[in-house]
């Protein structure tokens, strides 16, 4: 292995950095803010590029029936960032954009630091519409998309030289919001080699990039008319993308893909899915993780301190778990429960039972999630509670403006929650972000998941509850499939494959029909009559999850898959069909 050190740039359109930093939607901002917080704790040279995002993402109300209101949600990045001085300018659709970066830093566990870039527009020398351009996360048109991530990917290299980045050997991009760097890489290239030699300017960029896929949604990958992206870019860069293939759409995946030495999906099951999605790309998988110390609850990051001192520098070390006393865990987890129930009580004025078996639920609100899944049959519901014990189920999600069935799934869980009876109890918590999702994943007793396989690229809340001794109620999809031991770390709702060749509604009449088995048969009476089975699987659920599915050990895959190869150790992961010349 070469000894020097990577020198890596980490492209992400959204990366989580606090809670009262909405610079985040979801699992993918979540995913990126772990990763960097992991380099930081591992001394890794790597710095983080994204957009400021003045006004977030949304701040979300609920009002009366579950209808959700959607407000901006302003912050002020003086109170939280850096201002640096370069500035580099970019035209979009003609227009000149003068472009700007905060700094924030993550400060890793010895002291060792990693810097994200944020960008920003709203400048005074801007015009008013590209003043702002950086505001809102995912908002806007399909013009506003496009010009962001052409700030994202041509801005942010500029910003990056701007700064004396010289250095970097490996360009990151986390989704393929940050593909248009790779156009101006090679313009680089042609630029210090001559324009002569167009294929070893491209072939030099895609040694140099890895790609991470994080969605096997169709409509997760952002498309455009070639006309719009001509008008949109720079004439030379425009013409750099003609050099690499592209035709009449510009598709960003397909150029990450055709423009990255190495490309991986977020779980093995992911990576399968994608390679029979993207056929002719040898796409591998890299499962995320988490940051164990950002997502550990404070009772449990007090009990590993107590039992596994290196567990903030080492989180391999959680496989020690299994020599905690199971009774240490129930009560650590008892006291996380009780944080959970008081902010439940605190945003949904409901008194929840701490007795009662509580499952979580919390995701983007929309179709593919089936967030009503377990409420499909809600008398079946009633009759576990009265057989076996009440049951309380608490939900939490976003969904985006312009999803309209994701906002009626929010109006469905309030619908069926206003006619459940006192043993069934279903609650929906506003204001889904960082913090209340830690407290869900800590809080709650199970973690229910109920994707339509196998639309789960990976998932990690079920992750931060495994950390959190909260084992998972799973359909086997993304992570779960590597992360299931039946009846030791949690429980598979139905096999793997189940309901594959059914149409959309035999499925889920199937799958809701194994969930409510799994609850009736195995996860409520481990939880009302054998409590000590359950605190085992508590403590399983760390010492075989927690203790693998971890950003340290993602980083650790990046580090040694990705980041250090040199160019020829890439042989095999070079794509077997060649992109030469336009592609319609």
């Known amino acids: 292995m070469p000894e020097e050190r990577p020198n890596v740039a980490y492209f992400s359109m959204e990366i989580a950095l606090e809670a009262d930093i909405p610079t985040y939607s979801g699992g993918l901002g979540v995913l990126a803010g772990d990763t960097l917080r992991s380099c930081a704790d591992l001394g890794l040279q790597v710095c983080g590029i994204t957009l400021l995002h003045r006004k977030g993402y949304f701040r979300q109300r609920i009002e009366r029936g579950g209808l959700q209101i959607e407000l901006p949600d302003a912050w002020q990045p003086a109170d939280h960032l850096e201002p640096l001085e370069p500035r580099v300018e970019v035209a979009i659709g003609g227009a000149p954009v003068r472009v700007r970066a905060w700094r924030y830093r993550i400060v890793g566990v010895r002291g060792q630091a990693v810097d994200v870039l944020l960008l920003d527009t709203d400048l005074e020398e801007n015009a008013a519409p590209q003043r702002a351009l950086t505001d809102h996360l995912y908002g806007g048109d399909t013009a506003y998309r496009l010009a962001q991530e052409i700030v994202l990917g041509v801005a942010g290299v500029r910003m990056l030289r701007a700064l004396g980045q010289d250095g970097i050997t490996r360009f990151h991009l986390n989704e393929g919001h940050a593909a248009l760097a790779i156009p101006e890489l090679v313009d680089e290239e042609f630029t210090r080699a001559g324009k002569s030699d167009a294929a070893g300017a491209i072939e030099r960029v895609r040694d140099r990039c890895a790609f991470t896929t994080h969605t096997p949604v169709p409509a997760g990958h952002d498309r455009f008319p070639a006309r719009a992206a001509k008008a949109a870019l720079e004439p030379r860069l425009w013409q750099r993308l003609r050099d690499l293939g592209v035709g009449s759409e510009l598709n960003l995946t397909a150029l990450a893909l055709d423009g990255a030495r190495f490309v991986n999906g977020v779980a093995m099951r992911h990576g399968e899915v994608s390679r029979g ?150 609650v929906f918590l506003p204001g889904y972000d960082m913090r209340l999702g830690g407290e869900l994943v800590a809080g709650c007793d199970v973690w229910l998941n109920t994707p339509i396989p196998p639309l789960e690229a990976s998932g990690t809340s079920g992750m931060k509850a495994a950390l959190n001794g909260v084992p998972s109620l799973s359909i086997l999809d993304g992570w779960w499939v590597e992360g299931c031991v039946e009846g030791v770390t949690g429980w598979a709702i139905g096999e793997d494959g189940d309901g594959g060749d059914l149409d959309d509604a035999e499925r889920d009449r199937l799958h809701a029909a194994r969930l409510y088995a799994k609850l009736e048969d195995s996860v409520a009476p481990t939880y009302y009559r054998v409590p000590g089975w359950f605190h085992s699987i508590m403590q399983h659920a760390i010492a075989l999850n927690a203790s693998y599915f971890h950003s340290h050990r993602m980083v650790l895959q990046y580090l040694f898959d990705a980041y250090r190869q040199h160019p020829e150790e890439f042989a095999n992961a070079a794509p077997t069909v060649a992109r030469v010349g336009p592609r319609s």
């Open 277 to 426: 999605m993207f056929p002719g790309y040898p796409i591998r998988s890299i499962t995320n993780g988490v940051h164990t110390v950002t997502w550990a609850s404070p009772p449990f990051a007090k009990l590993f301190d107590r039992h596994l001192p290196d567990w903030r520098s080492d989180p391999f070390a959680l496989r020690y778990a299994i020599s905690i006393d199971p009774g240490e865990i129930a009560a650590a987890h008892a006291e996380a429960k009780g944080g959970l129930l008081e902010t439940v009580q605190r945003l949904a004025g409901e008194r929840l039972d701490p007795e009662a078996l509580t499952l979580g639920f919390a995701r983007r609100s929309t179709a593919y999630k089936r967030p009503m899944l377990a409420l499909r049959d809600v008398d079946r519901l009633e009759h576990i509670a009265a057989t076996i014990g009440p049951l309380q189920l608490v939900f939490a999600g976003k969904a985006h403006p312009r999803d309209e069935e994701g906002h009626k799934l929010i109006r469905e869980i309030h619908r069926v929650a206003s006619r459940c009876s006192k043993q069934v109890r279903v």
